[in-house]
């Protein structure tokens, strides 16, 4: 039997003649099992009158990949630790893919069933062993396309949990696979070339927003635009990722490509494993992204570098321009921890030559 769990997801603005609704219910195996064959089950059910177009956003319950879209807490309130990736990802670029992996069609009524191997993103060799309690993540949005456009579901208060029981302390299939090269076929020589051309402009953005942050801080529109209101607090907050990464030498980092959560993940342009640091696992869309700008090969390499724990350990609350300036409006303290606000503003910031930007630089950091 599959204890479980309900959470209903209620539409952000519906229609006064049919409203979306999904119902989701998350399963995980009987108690007593150990982790290094830990699954968890999320089925999807539409229980609205309309038919439903569903991104698989890899942070939601659509998508298999290793993300941390769970909580889960012992009962001495210790979490595992996370192993998983960070992953790059746009909806409106993954709605115009036409792949059809991009997307989940569900009628009224039907229902989908994915599985989540929960040991390859958590460890739980140093929490130990014991029943732990496990929901959800609850996310900003939940992705939906609807007339050409990308509408939102939000994520109801108040779920409930249920309880699991690790039999004995190991660590996680994640954990090993870190010592260990990915299993990857490598990359061909344009694909070198792609990510060898992106390697400058990752480093202007990167001078550039470290010479914006220095000449204006706060107050530059700019930094409103991606960070929000002013504070002292968040801006140091933010120097001090871009100060960590004007530190990275992105021609050293490893690029690797055709990686196993790549294949089937239309709209992920690349992904990191946080504690990993160096490593960028780069995905077909990141090859099909033009060399600069927003969204590009450059500025994924900005912003999977902020993933890393060393650099700050960004996160993904928020996805693509419109969705990142809301956050900043109206989360600051969530934007300048968000690896896309890292992203667009520093392909937006303005800089002089870049030696004058880096004396800008070492003359505010004393």
């Known amino acids: 039997m599959y204890p479980s769990i309900v959470l209903i997801l209620a539409a952000t603005a519906a229609s006064t003649f049919a409203a979306p609704s999904l119902l989701l219910q998350l399963s995980g195996t009987s108690p007593g099992y150990e982790t290094d ?103 900003n949005a939940y992705h939906y396309v609807s007339g050409g456009r990308i509408s939102t579901l939000l994520v109801e208060t108040g779920v409930s949990s249920y309880v699991f029981n690790v039999s004995r302390s190991i660590a996680s299939k994640a954990r090993a696979t870190l010592k260990s090269e990915p299993d990857t076929e490598g990359c061909e020589d344009w694909q ?47 120097i001090s990722h871009f100060e960590a990464l004007i530190g990275n030498n992105f021609t050293e980092f490893t690029y690797i490509c055709k990686t196993r959560f790549c294949s089937h993940n239309s709209g992920v342009f690349a992904y990191v494993y946080p504690d990993e640091f160096g490593k960028i696992h780069v995905c077909d869309m990141f090859f099909r992204s033009p060399v600069g700008g927003p969204d590009s090969r450059a500025s994924t390499i900005v912003h999977e570098s902020t993933h890393f724990t060393r650099n700050g350990g960004t996160q993904d609350h928020a996805y693509g321009q419109r969705l990142t300036q809301d956050l900043a409006r109206s989360y600051p303290q969530l934007a300048v921890m968000n690896a896309d606000n890292h992203e667009y503003f520093s392909v937006n910031a303005e800089g002089d030559d870049l030696q004058q930007r880096l004396a800008l630089y070492m003359q505010a950091s004393g």
């Open 37 to 139: 064959s830990l699954k968890v089950l999320t089925t999807i059910r539409n229980t609205g009158d309309v038919p439903l177009e569903l991104l698989n956003d890899p942070y939601s319950p659509l998508s298999d990949l290793p993300t941390d879209m769970f909580t889960i807490v012992n009962a001495h309130g210790i979490r595992p630790d996370f192993v998983g990736i960070e992953a790059k990802y746009n909806p409106r670029m993954a709605a115009m893919s036409g792949d059809p992996l991009a997307v989940t069609y569900l009628a009224p009524g039907q229902s989908v069933q994915i599985e989540h191997d929960i040991a390859l993103a958590y460890d739980f060799s140093t929490s130990g062993p014991g029943p732990y309690t496990i929901n959800l993540k609850s996310r």
């Open 192 to 238: 070198h070339n792609a990510v060898r051309s992106a390697i400058p402009h990752a480093k202007q953005y990167v001078a550039h927003a470290i010479a914006e942050l220095s000449r204006a801080g706060y107050k530059g529109d700019n930094y409103k635009r991606w960070f929000g209101a002013p504070s002292d607090h968040r801006l140091q907050t933010v």
